[in-house]
């Protein structure tokens, strides 16, 4: 997500697991814990996910007695209209009078796995819509306390209260404010189909299946975002495409005008400038825009930030105004930086000492202004004498981390490197076995910026030679992506053409000379 053309978000869809916050699962009791008062619940997950008391839920009788009732066909109905609620659970109860091993119940992911930790869970059911969170089990119209106008508050209220179905609860969410009952029935309706989903599914549901999927990331993440200030989303994939086309039909028509898709030969991370800010905002130091820079350590209990005044400290007289203005730039930039990585848990700033109470709290005033816009819920300490500042973020996935040192590409890492001058010919090699052996048209050479203006620059550029030499416009692009030795060629339908590694080829070109010295 970027405002003002600046990175504030990075979302990654990691494909590798199939538990997402969100998801519902018929989970399995594997062990009960009276001395942590939790349970180890199997949902097919490598590690067992972990079940606090706190997390069961009020309701957790009426939706453990339901759930027996479907599973065992006794009850045929998804609607909850005619079910009878089974009292309510003890808040300072014990799991071990609540679970039982080998028992089956319903849960929903809370938080995705983290570290060496397995999926928290809670059987506190929700199914959350664009307006509107539907709470199974409940009678409850809750209204976000972001929404403050009184009349607001009571008409929402008011609307829901006419249109939500028997036995459900539902909690009213911000971006709800101002919009008419048709917008909201139709949320309301989606997640009632969801809920009528779930209960066909779990019907004929076996131990540790998923019964209800939360939505993909892209399309939960315009549910939860999308608002007035967005100008435009951009889609490199056309399935995605269709996919954030079909749900904005449904929950936002006119902004389905915003989406487009990106079918530009440049790659739409580069076109934006995005590639570059990636590299130069994830590493272990991240420069601060106006001066100085943060180094930013991470550890199994929590994240720390250094901020160092760089070259500033040296341009400024007076010692207390210099470290006011560079922790105020860092208290932004730490800001940022806390919302683009996903960073959750313990966070502790450690910024350049103020003596004066006041500078201190213009600090930490700057961290909260520009921390009202995060979604996740945080909580910040006032900074203490010795210049540090904490927070507490909310954390349901694992932080976001970009690897932005490069492995050499020629040495692989050893420390031994042919000389980099020798990638043009091996670059030139690969395009005449190409275009003059395999008789390949069409090709893109991807290469760093640097060797970009080696090929295309000049009166007479290399590209121009090789359309002279082979009568085959080669088209060269940029790619900040790759390391200064490194290229990549594609073929005329944007398809990778695999070649031979670096090594082979200098052992052809030694080959070469070997013959001719013969």
């Known amino acids: 997500m970027l405002q003002d053309k600046r990175l504030i978000e990075y979302h990654f869809d990691r494909n590798d697991t199939n538990y997402s916050v969100g998801d519902i699962f018929l989970g399995t009791v594997k062990k009960v814990m009276p001395g942590l008062n939790a349970a180890f619940i199997d949902i097919g997950y490598q590690k067992d996910a972990f079940l606090h008391y706190g997390d069961l839920g009020e309701n957790f009788p009426s939706l453990n007695k339901w759930v027996k009732g479907v599973h065992s066909q006794k009850i045929a109905v998804g609607p909850l209209k005619t079910f009878q609620f089974d009292g309510q659970l003890d808040k300072v109860g014990k799991i071990a009078d609540t679970l039982k091993k080998g028992q089956q119940l319903l849960v929903q992911i809370i938080k995705e796995p983290i570290s060496t930790k397995g999926p928290r869970l809670s059987t506190d059911i929700s199914m959350a819509g664009r307006y509107l969170v539907l709470v199974p089990f409940s009678n409850t119209i809750s209204v976000s306390k972001k929404i403050v106008s009184k009349t607001e508050r009571e008409r929402l ?11 459900f609860g539902v909690i009213i969410r911000t971006v709800a404010e101002g919009r008419e009952v048709a917008e909201l029935d139709k949320d309301m309706q989606s997640m009632v189909d969801n809920w009528q989903q779930l209960f066909q599914t779990l019907r004929k549901a076996k131990p540790n299946e998923k019964v209800l999927g939360e939505l993909g990331r892209s399309s939960s ?19 995605m495409y269709e996919e954030m086309r079909s ?9 389905v005008g915003l989406l487009k898709l990106h079918n530009a030969k440049v790659k739409v991370f580069e076109q934006h400038g995005i590639e570059k800010q990636l590299k130069s905002l994830f590493g272990k130091t991240v420069t601060v825009p106006g001066g100085g820079y943060l180094v930013i350590e991470h550890t199994e ?3 720390v930030v250094d901020v160092n005044s760089g070259n500033k400290s040296n341009q400024e007289g007076d010692q207390e105004a210099t470290a006011l203005m560079i922790n105020m730039l860092a208290a932004k930039e730490v800001a940022r930086q806390l919302r683009l990585r996903d960073m959750g848990g313990i966070i502790v700033v450690d910024f350049i000492d103020m003596k004066s109470a006041e500078s201190r709290k213009k600090v930490e005033d700057a961290v909260k202004d520009v921390m009202k816009h995060d979604k996740a819920r945080f909580t910040i300490l006032p900074i203490t004498k010795f210049g540090l500042l904490q927070i507490t973020r909310q954390r ?11 492995v050499c590409p020629t040495c692989g890492g050893t420390g031994k490197i042919s000389a980099s001058i020798l990638v043009t010919d091996e670059i030139d ?6 275009l003059v052996t395999q008789n390949q048209s069409g090709v893109t050479l991807n290469v760093h910026p640097f060797l970009h203006a080696y090929y295309t620059k000049g009166l007479v550029s290399r590209q121009m030679k090789w359309y002279l030499k082979y009568y085959k416009w080669v088209k060269v692009m940029k790619d900040t992506s790759l390391g200064i030795t490194e290229y990549r060629i594609e073929d005329e339908y944007g398809e990778e053409i695999e070649l031979h590694s670096a090594a082979a080829a200098m052992s052809r070109l030694q080959d070469r000379e070997v013959e001719i010295v013969e």
């Not at 939860?224 to 100008?231: A, G, I, K, P, T």
């Not at 090699?429 to 190409?434: A, C, F, R």
């Open 157 to 167: 209220k008011r609307l829901i209260a006419s249109i939500k179905p028997e036995n």
């Open 429 to 434: 090699n690969s395009i005449e076995d190409l």
């Open 396 to 406: 349901v996935r694992p932080a976001e981390n970009i690897v932005t040192g490069e």
């Open 301 to 303: 209990a929590l994240h």
């Open 221 to 239: 993440m315009l549910r939860d975002m999308l608002n007035e200030s967005f100008d435009s989303i951009i889609v490199d994939s056309p399935p």
């Open 247 to 255: 749900y904005l039909q449904k929950i936002a028509p006119d902004k």
